[in-house]
């Protein structure tokens, strides 16, 4: 059966924060400091899809590269992500209108 709402994919997720991290230069290390944890293993099972970070990591990591959170998670959304503020917005404004006139 499938579920009524959207889920996250943990292992695209992870692919996604490798591929961000690759294209903005940060390492492991970096990350690690920056949020100040004890041990990189927490990350590398980020990046292994193996766990997710935290709200609180995510919003940091979301600072950090400079990247809005809902960039940084991979999920199974009816909508596609947009790229541009500029797509998000005509996105919801047709949303909007399909509702209302629905």
Do not use: A, C, D, V
């Given at each position: 059966m499938r579920r009524a709402y959207p889920t996250i994919d943990m292992k695209a997720t992870?692919?996604?924060i490798k591929r961000i991290m690759r294209a903005?230069?940060?390492s492991v290390k970096e990350v690690q400091?920056?949020?100040g944890l004890s041990a990189?293993?927490?990350i590398?099972?980020?990046l292994d899809g193996r766990s997710m970070p935290t709200v609180d990591n995510l919003y940091a990591l979301s600072d950090?590269?400079?990247?809005p959170m809902d960039e940084i998670i991979c999920g199974n959304r009816r909508y596609k992500q947009c790229?541009?503020?500029e797509d998000r917005l005509f996105t919801y404004c047709d949303r909007y209108l399909?509702?209302?006139a629905g």
């Open positions: 992870g692919r996604n903005k230069g940060i400091k920056y949020l990189p293993q927490g590398y099972h980020w950090l590269f400079r990247t790229e541009t503020l399909e509702l209302k």
